[in-house]
């Protein structure tokens, strides 16, 4: 492997430094009803990670977490409330939302759960219905 690009990312205050390095398996936006009611955003950008790739540097003891389903373990910083990243065990992965990451060139690769979709994007990428088979869903395409 050649070397592996870090990038910083942060909290709203600062008070949680995180580093990601190398390269995310999946990144785009989901259009879920839980990541537009969690966030209270039309859409998450999303990267998605090796989770040893993630590292917090600073401020470890500020970061809180809500579980709503087994599968999304949503941290934030408990001094400003601004959003960190969302674990994913069953899928080995975390989100990290791009918007914390500034540095980073995200470039998006497909929208997951474009059927509950209320900000329509016409981006030409792909729109899954709900998730890609391999991430247990039907794999379905729709319309922009
Ligand atoms: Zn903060
Ligand atoms: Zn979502």
């Not at 205050?13 to 966030?39: E, I, M, N, R």
Request: charged share 20%; aromatic share 10%; proline share 6%.
């Amino acid at each position: 492997m050649s070397t592996s690009t870090v990038y910083k990312g942060s909290c709203f205050c600062g008070a949680v430094q995180f580093t990601v390095t190398g390269k995310p398996a999946l990144q785009g936006y989901c259009h879920c009803k839980s990541c537009k009611t969690w966030a209270a955003a039309p859409a998450n950008a999303f990267t998605l990670w090796d989770p040893k790739s993630v590292n917090v540097a600073q401020g470890s003891d500020n970061i809180a977490s809500f579980n709503k389903t087994a599968n999304s373990e949503r941290c934030w910083c408990k001094v400003c409330g601004g959003h960190l990243f969302s674990k994913h065990p069953s899928m080995e992965l975390t989100d990290v939302y791009a918007a914390v990451i500034p540095d980073f060139p995200f470039e998006p690769d497909i929208h997951v759960h474009y059927q509950e979709a209320t900000l329509h994007i016409y981006d030409g990428l792909p729109k899954m219905k709900d998730l890609p088979e391999e991430a247990g869903g039907s794999g379905e395409l729709i319309a922009e």
